[in-house]
C-alpha cells in the first residue's frame, strides 16, 4: 500500500517532469503547453497510483489484483487526446510530434506513478533535448517545408495549363494540388493549386512569374504554413 507521504511526493514528481516538458513546448509555440503536460502527467500519475492502490486493497481470492489494468487504459485513451493534436495540410500533416509527446508524458505519468522515479527522469530530459536541442538542429541541416496555396482567376479562353506547371517544375517546386474549373458565361477559368518547397525565396520568384501570366485577371496566394 502506497502512503500519503510517497503520493505526495510522486505527484510531487510528477508535476516538475510535466513542467519541464511544458515549458519547452510553451516556448516553441505549441498547442499542448504548460497546462496539458503537467495536467497529463500528474493524471496519468494518479491513475497508476490507484492502480497499484486498488490492487492491494481489493484482492481477488488466491492472490493480488492486477495493478496493471488502469494503466492500460491510460495508454489507449490517451490516443484521443494525441488525435486532437494532428492537423491536416492538404496530403500533409502536423502535430506529429505533439501527439507523440503526450503519449510520451502519459507513460513517464505511469512511472512516477509507479515509483520509476530514474526512468520517468531519463526519459523527460531525453525527451526535452530531443524537443529543443535536435529541433534546431533540424532546422538548420534540414530546411523546413513551406505549404503555399494560390487561386488563378484567368480571362479570355481557357490558358494553357501545361504553361502554369512549368512555372513550378523549372523551380523544381512540387505541386501538391493542382485542378481548374472554366466558366463558359465569362470566359473565366480558375485554378487551384499547392506547392511546397523548401527554400523560401522561391516563392517569390513564383509569385512574380504568375504576376506576368498572360490573361490573369486577379490572383490570391493563400497563407503559407511550414512543417
Not at 42 to 54: D, E, K
Not at 73 to 81: C, R, W, Y
Not at 172 to 178: D, G, K, N, R
Amino acid at each position: 500500500m502506497i502512503s500519503e507521504m510517497d503520493i505526495a511526493i510522486r505527484l510531487g514528481v510528477a508535476f516538475l517532469l510535466g513542467a519541464i516538458i511544458g515549458v519547452e513546448r510553451e516556448l516553441d509555440n505549441q498547442p499542448a503547453g504548460l497546462r496539458t503536460n503537467i495536467i497529463l502527467v500528474m493524471g496519468s500519475a494518479l491513475a497508476m497510483i490507484l492502480s497499484v492502490s486498488l490492487a492491494h486493497v481489493y484482492q481477488p481470492v488466491g492472490g493480488m489484483g492486477d495493478p496493471a489494468r488502469l494503466a492500460a487504459q491510460v495508454i489507449s485513451g490517451i490516443g484521443f487526446l494525441g488525435a486532437g493534436a494532428i492537423l491536416h495540410a492538404g496530403v500533409n500533416i502536423r502535430g506529429l510530434t505533439t501527439a507523440a509527446t503526450i503519449w510520451t508524458m502519459a507513460v513517464v505519468g505511469l512511472a512516477v506513478g509507479a515509483g520509476f522515479f530514474s526512468a520517468a527522469l531519463i526519459v523527460t530530459i531525453v525527451l526535452f533535448i530531443v524537443l529543443s536541442v535536435l529541433n534546431k538542429l533540424e532546422n538548420k541541416l534540414f530546411h523546413p517545408k513551406t505549404i503555399a496555396p494560390i487561386t488563378m482567376w484567368i480571362k479570355d479562353g481557357p490558358p494553357d495549363l501545361a504553361e502554369v506547371r512549368k512555372i513550378f517544375e523549372q523551380k523544381h517546386v512540387h505541386l501538391i494540388t493542382f485542378s481548374h474549373e472554366h466558366d463558359f458565361t465569362d470566359d473565366e477559368t480558375k485554378i487551384n493549386l499547392e506547392y511546397s518547397c523548401k527554400r523560401t525565396e522561391l516563392i517569390d520568384k513564383i509569385q512574380k512569374e504568375i504576376y506576368a501570366f498572360p490573361g490573369l485577371r486577379k490572383v490570391h496566394f493563400g497563407k503559407t504554413i511550414q512543417i
